[in-house]
């Protein structure tokens, strides 16, 4: 068995790896769907800690103090604020409690998407604009008594709003002032006396997606541009960030948020389910500018450039997003997403051709030395390493590169993933339509027709490309390849299935330039060598 592994070359073993990668990957991926916040109904009931200076976030000890007493009266909605977009509904405890978008493309089941669930276990953890005292007996009471609003029904057209909530808590006046604009951003002043010390979150995020191979959770984005992010399920105890910039609440498409230029001391707990709590801590007056909706990249870059760190690539998020940002500049150029992924696919092509047509080169005498390679094998069989050094001096002698047809697949994989993360997190492809019944590139092909195409055009590609074999098994894998891949994709969205079958087709016209050129080339050899002799 160490044999047979010793005996493989080193362009088998890592496609061996990178076919074992995606195999364990994609069904993690797609298959594996964590809990849902849904499904949290453990109420936490310690007391916040009282403080006598302003709310540092690195000496402030804040636990999660909830209403034990919440009736359907106190959650009853107070204020209405509807736009073309959306519809915002704040209830009794002066909280955005409610948020639907309108645009069609977001509906689910025909009707207007809700963005946060409230059923009985999300009333655990806190909502838009909700404060929370350190004074834990003003806490209950603020959490149980009811704001007043100065106009219950808002509608936003091409100007922003304003409304205004009042609290009264035995002579303390609560108020926020908040207005309104169409696109989703809004501003809030909380007026509060300087001598209580609070905290207002952002709300949880979005409880919309459930992907399991995509961000969910908080990111804070600091003075420093030090992005921290901390997922669903991972937040423990409390982290502070004495400068943040922007502290987010996020999921695959959506989130909400809190922002400004000046800094402010933001706070991370957990919840029974280990997922982060958002709050920013005040003491007096405390102005936020927010926004609740989609993460499409130009609206967020309309309101401020630096909201666009919330759209969350992982850890190749500074390779992804200059490809999302080409892929924007094409879709301006074509006005159709479908199309854009095309020429993204072209020009990915076209960088790294230079590099393809080596390793093409490389294989073709690879797979010329395969015979030699065979008589090697069967001669020094059992000797691997008198094997390994005839096996270097036939390569060195021949001028071939055992490793030179790996490196175009090793440069593809980090790009796909890069457009994988990009396609895959790009609310600008929800409900866009690209050929006939190809009418959201953000979900699965609802006939599997791109993923049989993109199988059929990987197999005609294996039978194109040149490739030596030095173990049976490395021929079945290869053999397998477009039906595992076809397997797999069929659960991908059609955009990044659109993007992988046109990258197979540019590759076979590639590969069958690159052969002309060989034949080519070879018989000018042959020729100029029967004309010397």
């Known amino acids: 068995m160490f044999n047979k592994i010793n005996e493989l070359s080193s362009q088998a073993r ?9 195999v364990f990957f994609i069904p ?3 298959f594996y769907q964590p809990n849902s916040l849904e499904n949290n109904a453990t109420i936490v009931n310690n007391d916040m800690v009282k403080l006598e200076s302003t709310p540092k976030a690195q000496d402030v000890a804040l636990a999660n103090v909830l209403p034990t007493n919440m009736s359907s009266e106190d959650s009853a909605i107070i204020a209405t604020i509807e736009a073309e977009g959306f519809i915002y509904k704040i209830d009794k405890l002066g909280r955005i409690a409610i948020v639907e978008l309108k645009e069609e493309k977001y509906h689910k089941d025909s009707k207007p998407l809700s963005l946060f669930s409230n059923d009985v276990a999300s009333q655990t953890n806190p909502k838009i604009l909700e404060i929370r005292f350190s004074d834990s007996v003003l806490n209950n009471q ?4 009811p704001y007043s609003a100065s106009a219950n029904h808002l509608v936003l057209t091409d100007s922003p709003q304003s409304l205004t909530l009042t609290q009264e808590l ?7 002032v908040l207005t309104f604009y169409p696109n989703g951003y809004y501003k809030a002043t909380i007026k509060i006396p300087q001598n209580y010390i609070y905290f207002v979150s952002p709300g949880m995020r979005p409880n919309v997606e459930n992907d399991a191979y995509v961000f969910k959770g908080a990111i804070i ?11 669903d399920g991972d937040a423990q105890g409390q982290l502070n960030f004495a400068n943040a910039k922007i502290l987010a609440a996020v999921d695959r498409y959506y989130t909400t948020l809190f922002f400004n230029d000046k800094g402010f001391n933001a706070t991370i707990l957990s919840n029974a389910n280990e997922d982060p709590m958002p709050f920013i801590g005040g003491n007096g007056e405390l102005v936020l500018e927010g926004y609740i909706g989609p993460k499409n990249y130009r609206l967020l870059e309309s309101i401020d450039p630096f909201l666009t760190d919330v759209v969350e690539y992982g850890v190749i998020t500074f390779f992804a997003k200059p490809l999302f940002l080409l892929l924007e500049k094409l879709y301006d150029f074509c006005g159709n997403w479908g199309w854009a992924i095309i020429l993204l696919t072209l020009i990915v092509r076209i960088v790294l051709y230079p590099l393809t047509y080596k390793g093409m080169v490389s294989m073709q005498k690879l797979k010329e030395l395969a015979p030699k390679m065979k008589e090697l094998q069967q001669k020094y069989k059992g000797e691997p390493q008198k094997l390994q050094v005839h096996m270097m001096d036939l390569y060195k002698k021949h001028g071939a590169n055992p490793m030179g047809g790996c490196l175009p697949l090793l440069l593809q994989i980090p790009v796909f993933f890069a457009i994988y993360r990009v396609l895959f997190n790009a609310i600008e492809l929800k409900g866009a339509d690209w050929l006939l019944w190809i009418t959201d590139l953000s979900v699965m092909d609802p006939y599997f027709v791109l993923p049989i195409l ?14 030596a074999f030095n173990d049976p098994m490395q021929e079945k894998i290869f053999k397998f390849l477009p039906l595992i891949f076809t397997i ?24 069958l330039l690159i052969n002309k050129s060989l034949e080519r080339k070879k018989a000018r050899e042959i020729a ?6």
């Open 221 to 231: 984005k600091e003075a420093d541009d030090t992005i921290t992010t901390i997922e």
């Open 28 to 30: 993690y991926s797609y």
């Open 454 to 467: 993109m199988g059929a055009t990987m197999y005609l590609q294996q039978h194109l490309t040149p490739t």
């Open 488 to 511: 797999f994709f069929v659960t991908f969205p059609s955009g990044l299935v659109l993007y992988w079958f046109v990258n197979n087709i540019f590759s076979i016209l590639q590969q």
């Open 170 to 176: 035995n002579g303390l006046k609560v108020q926020k």
């Open 14 to 22: 890592i496609m061996i790896a990178v076919v074992l990668a995606l």
């Open 142 to 145: 603020a959490l149980n008594s």
């Open 528 to 533: 100029e060598h029967k004309h010397k002799a």
